[in-house]
């Protein structure tokens, strides 16, 4: 985000866990939220060092998180609602939303899916829920269902209590641990379905819905994506899945697609691929961002440039 004291424009964009800005409140003088995440500035980053051979830092853009739903307050900006799954953002226009974005150079329309297999990628924390992925894949034993989990710095024991919880319950998940982002592409590109875990309200661990980028990728290669019965997921998906409410709801959705036609699944590969593309692509959502931060660098170079000599 450009700083929001400046006059003229301000961008926003969410950032992955391990950023050391911690939350956008610094910005307004107020603690607004947990944040929320995205693969969003790592595309931002790259297309800045293409484009221009410089830095986001070096064009004067501070990435910082902002958490989904909640009040935006900033000094002199005033009061906004911020809905990354609708792209709203209201009452000041130098705050300007984009929804997740995702890579297409690794995310990309498959041209053929494994209709039995099952994905949910996600980093191992706890309010992700992903100990719901490990007792799924017991109540469809005739899917491969595959849980990738990024273990972040001190994630060791929730890793050790996901896999201690498969040998208990004898579940047959597979769990993949740090897969690298190519490999991690190409798993997405041949499950024919995705399914996203998260906590619910008055859960002990329970978090604000962000805008879980996997969704996006996944509706890219053209995966049938299930996510919790939420509206803002449910906005966030659309026609390219559906909603589940409970454990035996997510295993009977995935058990109704053994009677899915070819035709069926080719309908809900091109649903997800055309929403992925329309509202999610990087080269769509990321570039008026680009374009706005490179005006504002350009309006910096203007200001530090000599002023001509007195005729």
Not at 23 to 49: D, E
Not at 262 to 283: G, I, N, Y
Request: aromatic share 6%; charged share 25%; glycine share 6%.
């Amino acid at each position: 985000m450009i700083e929001l004291t400046r006059p003229n424009l301000s961008n926003a964009v969410v950032v992955r866990p391990g950023s050391d800005i911690k939350n956008v409140g610094q910005l307004a003088g107020k603690t607004v939220g947990a944040p929320v995440a995205t693969s969003a500035h790592y595309t931002l980053a790259s297309i800045a060092q293409y484009e221009t051979g410089k830095s986001l830092a070096d064009l004067g853009v501070k990435l910082v998180y902002i958490p989904v739903g909640w009040d935006i307050i900033a000094a002199g900006v005033g009061t906004g609602k911020y809905d990354m799954t609708t792209g709203l953002l209201v009452s000041d226009e130098r705050l300007k939303v984009v929804p997740p974005a995702f890579d297409t150079r690794l995310f990309r329309p498959a041209k053929r899916k494994d209709t039995k297999l099952v994905l949910r990628a996600s980093a191992c924390l706890p309010q992700n829920a992903v100990a719901f992925i490990v007792h799924l894949a017991k109540r469809v034993p005739e899917y491969r269902v595959v849980l990738a989990l990024a273990r972040g710095t001190g994630m060791e024991k929730e890793v050790e209590a996901i896999q201690t919880l498969k040998a208990e319950i004898g579940s047959p998940v597979e769990l993949l641990i740090d897969v690298q982002r190519p490999e991690m592409a190409a798993l997405f590109e041949q499950a024919g379905i995705y399914v996203h875990s998260a906590t619910q309200p008055g859960e002990a661990v329970h978090k604000l819905v962000g805008a879980p980028v996997s969704i996006a990728e996944a509706m890219a290669t053209g995966a049938y994506v299930l996510v919790r019965d939420v509206p803002a997921l449910k906005r966030y998906v659309g026609d390219a899945g559906a909603a589940y409410g409970s454990l035996e709801e997510a295993a009977a959705l995935i058990r109704a697609t053994r009677a899915w036609s070819e035709a069926q699944w080719r309908q809900a590969r091109l649903r997800a691929v055309e929403r992925a593309f329309e509202f999610h692509a990087d080269e769509i959502v990321l570039r008026p961002l680009f374009d706005d931060w490179c005006a504002i660098a350009r309006e910096r170079h203007a200001a530090r440039a000599p002023a001509p000599p007195a005729a």
